[in-house]
């Protein structure tokens, strides 16, 4: 069993950055791929960002709207994967989950391959 803790939402305005973290309990984390999706509501969860485990080489795939503004990264000796925004816009506007998998596969962009889900951290962006 893996527990996700996000951390670093909040309210920001256009332009800024912000980074988000999430610190995982249980084994293995060097493996897993991890990541993040958001939901406004009304709508359906994107991807935002993921990173795969070792084996993937750490290959990262970002969803396309924050492609160019937004880091992945992870740090295995903390368990800990981050998310550095930068450049955030109103629609950015979003609760954000932190997501682990089982999968072997590398950094799946699907969100049906995350079997474990944080609680989600608020992201609020004005204009």
């Known amino acids: 069993q893996v527990q996700l803790v996000e951390s670093g939402g909040g309210l920001v305005q256009a332009g800024a950055s912000l980074r988000l973290s999430c610190t995982a309990s249980g084994d293995a984390f060097y493996w897993r791929s991890m990541g993040w999706f958001r939901q406004t509501p009304g709508k359906m969860r994107e991807l935002v960002a993921v990173?795969?485990?070792?084996?993937?080489?750490?290959?990262?795939n970002y969803g396309d709207s924050v492609r160019s503004r937004f880091t992945i990264s992870r740090d295995n000796a903390k368990n800990t994967v981050y998310l550095q925004m930068t450049s955030l816009k109103p629609e950015d506007t979003a609760i954000y989950y932190c997501?682990?998998?089982?999968?072997?596969?590398?950094?799946?962009?699907?969100?049906?391959?995350?079997?474990?889900w944080g609680q989600g951290t608020q992201v609020t962006v004005s204009s």
């Open positions: 990173v795969s485990g070792v084996r993937g080489g750490y290959t990262a």
């Open positions: 997501v682990a998998s089982n999968t072997l596969r590398t950094a799946p962009v699907e969100e049906s391959e995350y079997d474990f």
